[in-house]
Nanobody, 121 residues
Framework: QVQLVESGGGLVQAGGSLRLSCAAS????????MAWYRQAPGKQRELVAS???????NYAGAVKGRFTISRDNANNTMYLQMNSLKPEDTAVYYC???????????????WGQGTQVTVSS
């Protein structure tokens, strides 16, 4: 099995910064795309940023220029540096990864349990 564990969430004032981490562990042969999603109360889960194993990144328009996604492929870890935070960034942030498990021939998607980010005005 594969586990994704997020950390780094918390309460911050508008204009502040937070850094989220996502550590993947378990029976992992290779991780393809990793991504951060977020879900605010009453809203659908939305993609925040994604990064391929080759280093290509993609950002939602609302966070472009403020958030930076990065990966440490050797340690199966992903980060999200969030700067200039706004109250509308308040949400539960989820880690997502497409993983090729040892002995498997296809990728499987996994989710972390989520970490709360609250930005006060």
């Amino acid at each position: 099995q594969v586990q994704l564990v997020e950390s780094g969430g918390g309460l911050v004032q508008a204009g502040g910064s937070l850094r989220l981490s996502c550590a993947a562990s378990g029976s992992i042969s290779r991780i393809n795309t990793m991504a951060w999603y977020r879900q605010a109360p009453g809203k659908q889960r939305e993609l925040v940023a994604s990064a391929t194993s080759g280093g290509n990144t993609n950002y939602a328009g609302a966070v472009k220029g403020r958030f930076t996604i990065s990966r440490d492929n050797a340690n199966n870890t992903m980060y999200l540096q969030m700067n200039s935070l706004k109250p509308e960034d308040t949400a539960v942030y989820y880690c997502n990864a497409y993983v090729l498990r040892w002995g498997s021939l296809s990728l499987s998607g996994y989710w972390g349990q989520g970490t709360q980010v609250t930005v006060s005005s």
